[in-house]
């Protein structure tokens, strides 16, 4: 479990570190970090950081995310005042808590329409512009999501998140090469970004488990993604994973005639898809021990990841037997 922390929180929060970073609520807002002397005396006496207001918009989202509707307000009011609520930020958090507090489809429409009116006004409010494509996606209109993603990476073609939600959205309706496509968008801006090289692979993997070009092309990338991250359980899971798959597919296909795609992409070899299968076993391996060694939210892991980890391992030592 990752640490609750206010100023950098992890990128994937479980429910158990939201409700963690959420309670911290009460402890910030029982200090006003602006003082309430008129300016410019107000800026002598001020305790405010550029960290109080970026532990203040994290603890927004967790509250959100909690459910914790009146302390999400509380400190929304406390940024409006020192914003404003005309700024483009504060229009798209604002924007977030209706969001949070519409009960159905009908008040997710309302919200909408808002951000209709705001775009309207200001085109190039991104923040805003993203708000929508996440409404249009808890609505269901899917098609409409990707359409208004897609104009949006035209216009901002180096939005490496946008990139990463359009992928997204493509996956969920088993569009893969578009999906693919995006991702790898993604790693011209973010060529080191391990995450996004395990999701590619991922992608290979989903569009044909069965495919020895397909395959290739995951394992190549869940292998980049724990080279750049030698701790990466997700790399390791899925090279072990895909090296399983690709073994058998190897040995039957090395007498057979190869087609025009496989001609593009060379298939590695069985004895370093071996090879790799047995760095990757090894590695879950030491990682569920220093798991089960550690202290509780020590490890940096979930215990979802590990569950999964060891299952896998645990399927290997039921084959042999």
């Given amino acids: 479990m990752a640490h609750a922390n206010l100023l950098t929180p992890p990128s994937r929060i479980p ?18 970090p602006t003082s309430s002397l008129a300016w410019p005396l107000s800026l002598l006496f ?20 909690t459910g914790d509707d009146a302390a999400a307000r509380q400190i929304l009011d406390r940024l409006t005042t020192r914003f404003g609520a005309d700024n ?3 229009v798209a958090l604002k924007g977030m808590y209706e969001e949070a507090l519409a009960k159905d489809d009908k008040d997710l429409e309302k919200v909408f329409n808002d951000y209709e009116k705001v775009l309207k006004d200001d085109p190039t409010n991104m923040s805003v512009r993203k708000r929508r494509i996440a409404v249009l996606k808890s609505l269901g209109r899917t098609a409409d999501a990707i359409t208004a993603l897609t104009v949006l990476v035209e216009n901002s073609p180096t939005d490496a998140e946008a990139w990463a939600e359009l992928s997204e959205l ?17 790693l011209l801006i973010m ?35 724990v080279e750049l991250n030698d701790s990466y359980l997700r790399g390791y899971y899925g090279l072990k994973l895909v090296s399983q798959k690709l073994l058998p597919l190897l040995s039957e296909s090395s007498g057979s005639k190869r087609n025009a795609e496989e001609d593009d992409i060379a298939p ?32 940096g ?12 391992l645990d399927r290997d030592g039921r084959a042999e037997r």
């Fill in 46 to 65: 001020s305790r405010e950081t550029p960290e109080t207001w970026a532990i203040h918009e994290n603890l927004l989202l967790a509250a959100l995310r």
């Fill in 301 to 312: 892991y979930y215990e979802a990841e590990i569950i999964a980890a060891r299952e896998l």
């Fill in 268 to 299: 590695p070899k069985p004895q370093s898809v071996q090879k790799l299968e047995e760095i990757a076993t090894a590695k879950l391996g030491e990682i569920v021990r220093q798991y089960s060694a550690s202290k509780q939210g020590q490890s």
């Fill in 191 to 225: 060529p080191n970004a391990w995450s996004a090289h395990a999701q590619v692979a991922t992608l290979h993997y989903l569009s044909s488990s069965t495919s020895v070009p397909a395959l290739t092309l995951a394992l190549r990338h869940f292998a980049r993604a």
């Fill in 170 to 186: 493509y996956a969920s309706t088993g569009a893969w090469g578009q999906a693919i496509f995006c991702l790898e968008e993604v």
């Fill in 15 to 32: 429910p158990q570190t939201a409700l963690q970073l959420s309670q911290k609520a009460p402890l910030v807002l029982s200090s006003a």
């Fill in 88 to 90: 483009e930020r504060m």
